[in-house]
């Protein structure tokens, strides 16, 4: 897994790439299951946790829309036949969403409590 760097481009995320196709752009969950679910779930926790710093460190007008890129990709990669698992969300998804959401809800208890 390769470390975050602090150009702020998506890419200096582990799970980003660039692609190589005509049209360019990035896929922004290149990221295989290992097909087993604890440890699928110990890594979307870790990449949660890399997204979080990465936006924390990088609070840009590119990135308020990052997450809906990599949620867009991780619907694209497991609708492909060759997963194991279908169309259905790995342990791996599961976990990066579950880590984010519950700072998002962290956050919004401080927001809603100095609104109070």
Request: aromatic share 8%; with cysteine.
């Amino acid at each position: 897994m390769k470390s975050v760097a602090d150009t702020g481009r998506s890419d200096d995320l582990s799970f980003v790439v660039l692609k190589g196709k005509a049209g360019g752009g990035f896929d922004y969950w290149n990221v295989e299951s290992t097909g087993d679910y604890s440890a699928d779930c110990e890594l979307g926790r870790r990449l949660g946790v890399e997204y979080l710093e990465y936006i924390g460190l990088h609070p840009t007008n590119g990135n308020v829309s990052l997450l809906g890129c990599i949620v867009d990709s991780m619907m694209a990669r497991r609708r492909e036949p060759h997963t194991s698992y279908g169309r259905h969300a790995t342990g791996v998804e599961i976990a990066f969403l579950a880590t984010v959401n519950g700072y998002a809800m962290a956050t919004s208890k401080v927001v809603t409590d100095q609104d109070a």
